[in-house]
């Protein structure tokens, strides 16, 4: 079946402008997460969703990183005021609980190069 | 400290060779366990959960140690297609509001 899918699957953009990334989960995934991989680093946990609520907005980097999820499916991970420590891939992972854990599948991921 | 250490690597095997990696973790509340995979510029593809009991997929086995707060990952007969990098990942709740705690991955290189 269709996995995680993201768009764009490459962004470069300038310093200082705004960019948006999305994400469509794999459907009948109520939970939604994003996390950006910068590189040679692990990944980093920014933001979840169950259903479209975040009940937790702390892992944002900074305040000019927002998300939102409407619908109970696609989500939208907007980027600011682009800084180049910006620079990673972000990932979307959705899941659906197996016993006591969620497993979580990955999309392909958005490459985001801040010039 | 970091929450989830694994060795780098690279880890050089030769083909059909066993090789086993560990993980430590630092949050001893974590409740859930996953081993996941992933390959150049790719995204992560889970591989196997890991359960208390120890769990075996296949040619891959996974061990839990939750008194030494380490997670194992075996792989026998080892194939030029697992060459990949290996992550550790913990959660505290299994994975729901908490998301996933990664670590930086064991590079595994096998060898014809």
């Known amino acids: 079946g269709a996995g995680v899918s993201q768009s764009p699957s490459n962004k470069v953009t300038e310093k200082g402008k705004d960019v948006e990334l999305r994400c469509d989960p794999i459907?009948?995934?109520?939970?939604l997460y994003w996390y950006r991989q910068s590189l040679g680093q692990g990944l980093e946990f920014l933001i979840y969703?169950?259903?479209?609520?975040?009940?937790?907005k702390s892992g944002l980097p900074s305040d000019r990183f927002s998300a939102e999820r409407t619908g109970g499916s696609v989500s939208t991970l907007t980027i600011q005021r682009t800084q180049q420590e910006d620079s990673a891939v972000y990932l979307c992972?959705?899941?659906?609980?197996?016993?006591?854990?969620?497993?979580?599948?990955f999309g392909p991921g958005t490459r985001l190069t801040v010039t | 400290r970091k929450e989830v250490e694994q060795d780098p690597g690279p880890f050089n095997v030769p083909e059909g060779a066993t090789v086993a990696f560990n993980c430590t973790y630092s949050?001893?509340?974590?409740?859930?366990f996953f081993w996941y995979r992933q390959d150049c510029r790719k995204e992560p593809k889970l591989l196997m959960s890991?359960?208390?009991s120890g769990n075996e997929d296949g040619r891959f086995t996974a061990q839990l140690n939750r008194a030494s707060q380490y997670i194992s990952l075996l792989i026998r007969d080892s194939k030029l297609s697992d060459s990949a990098t290996y992550l550790c990942?913990?959660?505290?709740?299994?994975?729901?509001?908490?998301?996933?705690?990664f670590g930086k991955g064991t590079h595994l290189i096998i060898q014809p």
């Open positions: 992972a959705s899941s659906i609980r197996t016993g006591d854990n969620y497993e979580q599948y």
């Open positions: 459907s009948g995934h109520t939970a």
């Open positions: 969703f169950q259903g479209n609520s975040a009940p937790d």
């Open positions: 949050n001893s509340a974590s409740q859930s």
């Open positions: 890991v359960y208390s």
């Open positions: 990942v913990v959660s505290p709740s299994g994975g729901g509001a908490d998301g996933l705690t």
